[in-house]
């Protein structure tokens, strides 16, 4: 469906967390550069009375008022939904997406895409038999600031030969607070800081050290190292470490803690380079508007951006764009990206001893 020259999805959603909160508020945004119209066609949740509430507390002026489900099947045997957006913990997103999959629905599903490879190897086999788009929200990979620095790095080479990326997201959880059933905290719903927020310091280490995908969609040919330690509390990895280590000699040295008192810096990223270094202030923790960039010899430069709301939309933009366009995947998010992703999350678990029941 196409109108004022662009694209238009019909959301279905599934779930009515923190997340799916944070993603309808970004959809329902004015913005006068919107790549695409997002409509918020359906809420699907465990109980109809909490979609109800979902709706009168965050879309309490949408018109017309999505259709409310009180599970989630419904959601994917709706005709009129065009794209399910999986708002689940961890543990359910391969039975969210296969189920969603077998009605033919497209899917953007929440980082972790799924608990380890062998599980997403699963759902992306069951995408291709059906031929349906699916994509990982990974949504740091979407923002304007991070296509700049991929450019500036990769292709203008602003800081010389880069040789290694120092990333940390930090930030107590208050796991404390939280009980038995919470997803931080409940090893068979995927608690694990790892797979929480350390995804993303990964994510800016392969932002950093590795040229993009260039929207073209391609086998991957970086084949990293790990070498990771992580701190347990009652088999939660509360806190991880890892090198991500390259053959020529690119290093990682990425983190992520999410116990309770970890008083740390607020996080960071740092791409260094042999004529330079890019300094993201709140870079590992997802949601950067500006970074520093200082080229050896030359005065710094900060890199400023504008981000109304959260900046959900960039990565729903991209998804209704290639649906329009017909792909089957993201040329920024590929499947093969997703997978060698989660191969790297499961060789960090497997070293640190992180062990899921479903492993
Ligand atoms: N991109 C980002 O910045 C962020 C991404 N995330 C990701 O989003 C996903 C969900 O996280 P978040 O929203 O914080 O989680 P929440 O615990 O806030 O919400 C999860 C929702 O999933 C549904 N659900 C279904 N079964 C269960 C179950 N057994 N236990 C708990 N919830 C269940 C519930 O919705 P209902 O009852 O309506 O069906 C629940 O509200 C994770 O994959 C996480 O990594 C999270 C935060 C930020
Ligand atoms: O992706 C995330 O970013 C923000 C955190 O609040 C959340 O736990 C995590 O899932």
């Given at each position: 469906m196409t109108s004022n020259g662009k694209p238009t999805v019909r959301w279905g959603i599934v779930a009515t967390g923190l997340i799916s909160s944070w993603f309808v508020a970004d959809l329902i945004l004015e913005r006068k550069d919107a790549a695409a119209n997002h409509i918020i066609q359906v809420i699907g949740s465990s109980s109809l009375q909490k979609g109800k509430g979902f709706i009168?507390?965050?879309?309490?002026?949408?018109?017309?008022?999505?259709?409310?489900?009180?599970?989630?099947e419904q959601v994917y045997s709706d005709p009129n939904v065009d794209v399910v957006y999986i708002g689940t913990p961890h543990a359910f997103h391969k039975k969210n997406c296969l189920d969603a999959i077998s009605h033919g629905k497209n899917i953007l599903c929440e980082k972790t895409f799924t608990l380890n490879a062998t599980e997403a190897k699963e759902v992306l086999d069951a995408a291709q038999a059906k031929g349906v788009?699916?994509?990982e929200a990974m949504w740091t990979r979407f923002f304007p600031l991070v296509k700049s620095i991929q450019k500036l790095v990769h292709e203008d080479k602003a800081i010389g030969r880069v040789h290694r990326v120092i990333c940390d997201f930090a930030m107590d959880q208050h796991l404390e607070s939280k009980g038995p059933n919470s997803r931080l905290k409940n090893l068979s719903l995927g608690a694990s800081s790892l797979l929480d927020i350390g995804i993303y310091s990964l994510t800016w280490g392969i932002i950093g050290l590795e040229p993009p995908l260039g929207g073209s969609i391609k086998e991957l040919t970086e084949k990293p190292t790990i070498l990771a330690m992580s701190t347990l509390s009652d088999g939660v990895d509360i806190a991880t470490s890892m090198i991500l280590r390259y053959q020529d000699g690119r290093q990682g040295i990425l983190s992520s803690h999410s116990g309770t008192g970890m008083k740390t810096p607020p996080s960071f990223c740092r791409i260094e380079g042999s004529e330079g270094t890019i300094v993201v202030d709140g870079g590992a923790a997802s949601v950067p508007n500006s970074f520093v960039l200082k080229n050896n010899g030359q005065e710094e430069k900060k890199f400023e951006f504008e981000r109304p709301g959260r900046g959900f939309y960039w990565e729903a933009d991209a998804v209704a764009l290639e649906i329009a366009a017909g792909r089957k995947e993201s040329g920024t998010m590929p499947w093969a990206e997703t997978l060698?992703?989660?191969?790297?999350?499961?060789?960090?678990?497997?070293?640190?001893?992180?062990?899921?029941?479903?492993?």
């Open positions: 009168a507390q965050h879309l309490p002026n949408a018109s017309p008022a999505p259709t409310v489900y009180g599970s989630y788009f699916v994509m060698r992703v989660m191969q790297l999350l499961d060789e960090t678990r497997r070293q640190g001893g992180v062990i899921f029941p479903q492993d």
